[in-house]
């Protein structure tokens, strides 16, 4: 009998590593498809195997998937991407193409384009803040004036907070959209921009699989313009009336974007008006939400996913309550990363899951206003919030870094050289 194989489209920095491990629990031969390989180090760690594929021809997966079936039987086929939204469209194709589970593909291609994704939960009465379309300079400031300052621009697709920028003033959205549409932003599409009204409050995600709601995360960000990750929270300490609002309005969604297979993502603003959608990804969420509700109530959204994936009963009951919360190591500025250490005394403190450094020691830090800023994380978990947040700090204060500014050669000359202070998490 043929070994049963799960296919992985493309990876993940954060969940593709607990889809291997949790796809050979399940008794799966894990097998990766991506454009370049190397880029996802656990695949040799876990000794996957790799196969380089252009993941943007179609035509090119499906050979190699054809391929794969004479020594495998493909029990499911899914994948992620740290930044290429479009993979989730990719990836639902394939499970049709090969009769594999799988939600709606028209779904998802309209789910991953932002202004499409707006216009139909607009005309379900879902509450979302005033956007508008533009595909040049012109136009970008043109809706901009229509909504009001401060707004949000960014590409109408992609993930990681990449391109997006808050903008408060005609100089920024310049700035912003020059960056956007001169050639320093990667487009995988034509350019289209989104022009959004800045939607202030508190920001929460719903972790969904399926038509349940699993739970809520609370988030926060670092400084502006840019939306950078820094603590997320699960659950989030929300009132009984708070969490069944945000529950409606995510049921809401699904139902406006025929969403209901799987996993889905959805992030929300509270603000005067109450709970705003900003986005709905047909997806996990990348931000360490999979771990966190894992370790507040021991449900593997991971593990159910594949099983769903590949044809099996999924169990989504909590086996315990507890509160888990990650904070995002993220430096102030660019520079050299002349060290940085604490990790293991980090680890060691009791209550914390998982210390863990993303870069070494003489990595130039050069900030980009995105998920690819953040340069470690730290997970902690215990019966309650204040005790867990307690924990989180306690780490977190462990762990140093120091980082000297690339300077230019007139303050060069103008300064002597002198160490830079070892700087600890805010």
Same mark, same amino acid.
């Given at each position: 009998?043929?070994?049963?194989?799960?296919?992985?489209?493309?990876?993940?920095?954060?969940?593709?590593?607990?889809?291997?491990?949790?796809?050979?629990?399940?008794?799966?031969?894990?097998?990766?498809?991506?454009?370049?390989?190397?880029?996802?180090?656990?695949?040799?760690?876990?000794?996957?195997?790799?196969?380089?594929?252009?993941?943007?021809?179609?035509?090119?997966?499906?050979?190699?998937?054809?391929?794969?079936?004479?020594?495998?039987?493909?029990?499911?086929?899914?994948?992620?991407?740290?930044?290429?939204?479009?993979?989730?469209?990719?990836?639902?194709?394939?499970?049709?193409?090969?009769?594999?589970?799988?939600?709606?593909?028209?779904?998802?291609?309209?789910?991953?384009?932002?202004?499409?994704?707006?216009?139909?939960?607009?005309?379900?009465?879902?509450?979302?803040?005033?956007?508008?379309?533009?595909?040049?300079?012109?136009?970008?400031?043109?809706?901009?004036?229509?909504?009001?300052?401060?707004?949000?621009?960014?590409?109408?697709?992609?993930?990681?907070?990449?391109? $997006?920028? *808050?903008?408060?003033?005609? &100089?920024? !959205?310049? #700035? =912003?959209?020059?960056?956007?549409? +001169?050639?320093?932003?990667?487009?995988?599409?034509?350019?289209?921009?989104?022009?959004?009204?800045?939607?202030?409050?508190?920001?929460?995600?719903?972790?969904?699989?399926?038509?349940?709601?699993?739970?809520?995360?609370?988030?926060?960000?670092?400084?502006?313009?840019?939306?950078?990750?820094?603590?997320?929270?699960?659950?989030?300490?929300?009132?009984?009336?708070?969490?069944?609002?945000?529950?409606?309005?995510?049921?809401?969604?699904?139902?406006?974007?025929?969403?209901?297979?799987?996993?889905?993502?959805?992030?929300?603003?509270?603000?005067?008006?109450?709970?705003?959608?900003?986005?709905?990804?047909?997806?996990?969420?990348?931000?360490?939400?999979?771990?966190? $509700?894992? *370790?507040?109530?021991?449900? &593997?959204? !991971?593990? #159910? =996913?594949?099983?769903?994936?590949? +044809?099996?009963?999924?169990?989504?009951?909590?086996?315990?309550?507890?509160?888990?919360?990650?904070?995002?190591?993220?430096?102030?500025?660019?520079?050299?990363?002349?060290?940085?250490?604490?990790?293991?005394?980090?680890?060691?403190?009791?209550?914390?899951?998982?210390?863990?450094?993303?870069?070494?020691?003489?990595?130039?830090?050069?900030?980009?206003?995105?998920?690819?800023?953040?340069?470690?994380?730290?997970?902690?978990?215990?019966?309650?919030?204040?005790?867990?947040?307690?924990?989180?700090?306690?780490?977190?204060?462990?762990?140093?870094?120091?980082?000297?500014?690339?300077?230019?050669?007139?303050?060069?000359?103008?300064?002597?050289?002198?160490?830079?202070?070892?700087?600890?998490?805010?």
């Amino acid at each position: 009998m043929a070994r049963q194989a799960l296919i992985l489209v493309e990876g993940h920095r954060t969940s593709g590593l607990l889809y291997v491990q949790a796809a050979k629990r399940l008794g799966l031969h894990p097998i990766a498809l991506a454009a370049d390989p190397a880029c996802y180090d656990y695949l040799a760690a876990e000794q996957v195997e790799a196969i380089r594929v252009d993941t943007d021809d179609f035509d090119a997966l499906i050979r190699e998937c054809l391929g794969l079936r004479g020594n495998y039987h493909i029990a499911g086929i899914t994948g992620f991407s740290d930044f290429d939204e479009s993979i989730y469209a990719t990836v639902v194709r394939l499970c049709r193409h090969f009769d594999l589970p799988g939600p709606n593909p028209v779904s998802i291609e309209r789910c991953c384009d932002k202004f499409v994704q707006r216009q139909l939960l607009a005309q379900a009465g879902v509450p979302t803040p005033a956007c508008r379309l533009a595909v040049n300079a012109t136009d970008v400031d043109g809706c901009a004036a229509e909504i009001g300052l401060p707004v949000i621009v960014k590409p109408i697709v992609g993930s990681g907070s990449s391109g $997006v920028r *808050l903008c408060c003033n005609a &100089d920024e !959205i310049a #700035e =912003h959209t020059n960056y956007l549409l +001169g050639g320093k932003h990667i487009w995988r599409s034509s350019p289209r921009i989104l022009v959004e009204e800045f939607a202030q409050g508190p920001f929460y995600s719903v972790e969904i699989m399926g038509d349940e709601v699993i739970g809520i995360v609370a988030a926060d960000f670092g400084a502006p313009p840019h939306f950078v990750f820094r603590n997320t929270t699960f659950p989030a300490p929300l009132r009984d009336d708070e969490h069944k609002h945000i529950t409606d309005v995510s049921l809401s969604c699904l139902r406006a974007l025929g969403l209901g297979w799987g996993p889905t993502n959805i992030e929300f603003r509270w603000t005067k008006r109450g709970p705003v959608v900003i986005e709905v990804n047909p997806r996990l969420a990348g931000a360490l939400e999979p771990q966190l $509700v894992h *370790l507040a109530f021991g449900i &593997d959204l !991971i593990t #159910e =996913h594949i099983k769903l994936a590949t +044809g099996e009963e999924w169990d989504l009951r909590r086996r315990h309550s507890q509160t888990a919360a990650a904070r995002f190591l993220v430096p102030d500025r660019d520079g050299i990363l002349d060290c940085i250490e604490g990790d293991n005394r980090a680890a060691a403190v009791p209550g914390v899951v998982e210390a863990r450094l993303y870069v070494e020691s003489k990595t130039p830090i050069v900030r980009k206003g995105d998920y690819r800023d953040c340069i470690g994380h730290i997970l902690a978990a215990s019966p309650s919030l204040a005790q867990t947040e307690t924990i989180l700090q306690r780490a977190v204060d462990l762990i140093n870094w120091s980082i000297t500014p690339l300077r230019t050669l007139g303050e060069e000359e103008q300064s002597a050289a002198s160490p830079t202070a070892l700087r600890k998490m805010p």
